[in-house]
């Protein structure tokens, strides 16, 4: 049986997606976003006109914030999967008063080269602490924040040149896309700064390559007949 569970094994690992080294090129031409819809109506002062497109919000001293910087283009990426930059997210994150956002929005375009804009929502929820422990999240001053951002950009289909791929966003990343979270824990009394991450693939996220489940059914199967030739012995 051990045997059995060791084999098991070794085919799932050699069952899980690899990049392809035939992997195509897409060419990035822009990317781009404008704050949108911050809650609760009025809390957020927003301008797009100039980079970093900025959202503000709070009275005091140094206000609290977001900034977002497109990605500068062009650039090709990599359909196997490698993670490629949207753009730099900055939290500017200081003690405030008056009336902090609960959420915003930041209206997204990715520019395929010869192809119509990809177009969507990306949708921040903003969890501004009270700055006395316990903290709820981990801080290096009491207390830190945290950013959330969902989105419909998960395997959203487009055609280039013929061949059929996906986007899909993966979230924040501070060590160039090799681990995404899509929640950023952002330090009190400073510029807290991450990329934003997207991905192209030829196969959806979350579905197995047809050669895959080739190979772990093969595998089953023949672990099914050593099973019985086992039980005859």
């Given at each position: 049986?051990?045997k059995?569970?060791?084999?098991?094994?070794?085919?799932?690992?050699?069952?899980?997606?690899?990049?392809?080294v035939?992997?195509?090129?897409?060419?990035?031409?822009?990317?781009?976003?404008?704050?949108?819809?911050?809650?609760?109506?009025?809390?957020a002062?927003?301008?797009?006109?100039?980079?970093?497109?900025?959202?503000?919000?709070?009275t005091?001293?140094?206000?609290?914030?977001y900034?977002?910087?497109?990605?500068?283009?062009?650039?090709?990426?990599?359909?196997?999967?490698?993670?490629?930059?949207?753009?730099?997210?900055?939290?500017?994150?200081?003690?405030?008063?008056?009336?902090?956002?609960?959420?915003?929005?930041?209206?997204?375009?990715?520019?395929?080269?010869?192809?119509?804009?990809?177009?969507?929502?990306?949708?921040?929820?903003?969890?501004?602490?009270?700055?006395?422990?316990p903290?709820?999240?981990p801080?290096?001053?009491?207390?830190?924040?945290?950013?959330?951002?969902?989105?419909?950009?998960?395997?959203?289909?487009?055609n280039?040149?013929?061949?059929?791929?996906?986007?899909?966003?993966?979230?924040?990343?501070?060590?160039?896309?090799a681990?995404?979270?899509?929640?950023?824990i952002?330090?009190?009394n400073?510029?807290?700064?991450?990329g934003?991450?997207?991905?192209?693939?030829e196969?959806?996220i979350?579905?197995?390559?047809?050669?895959?489940?080739?190979?772990?059914?093969?595998?089953?199967?023949?672990?099914?007949?050593?099973?019985?030739?086992?039980r005859?012995n």
């Amino acid at each position: 049986m051990r045997k059995c569970v060791v084999i098991l094994i070794a085919i799932a690992a050699i069952a899980l997606p690899a990049p392809s080294v035939w992997a195509n090129l897409v060419p990035i031409n822009a990317t781009d976003g404008l704050w949108t819809n911050g809650q609760p109506v009025g809390a957020a002062t927003i301008n797009n006109a100039t980079d970093p497109r900025t959202a503000r919000w709070g009275t005091g001293g140094a206000l609290s914030g977001y900034n977002w910087s497109p990605a500068a283009t062009p650039f090709n990426a990599d359909s196997s999967g490698v993670a490629f930059s949207l753009g730099t997210f900055n939290h500017l994150n200081f003690p405030i008063g008056g009336t902090p956002i609960t959420s915003i929005d930041l209206d997204f375009s990715l520019q395929i080269d010869g192809l119509a804009p990809l177009l969507g929502t990306f949708h921040f929820i903003h969890d501004e602490t009270p700055n006395a422990v316990p903290c709820a999240y981990p801080s290096t001053t009491p207390c830190a924040d945290a950013v959330t951002v969902s989105s419909p950009f998960l395997n959203t289909p487009f055609n280039y040149l013929g061949v059929d791929y996906f986007f899909s966003l993966l979230g924040f990343s501070q060590d160039g896309g090799a681990t995404t979270v899509n929640k950023f824990i952002t330090q009190e009394n400073q510029e807290n700064i991450a990329g934003l991450y997207g991905v192209i693939t030829e196969i959806p996220i979350g579905v197995p390559e047809p050669s895959t489940l080739l190979l772990l059914a093969s595998g089953l199967v023949g672990l099914g007949g050593m099973a019985r030739r086992r039980r005859k012995n």
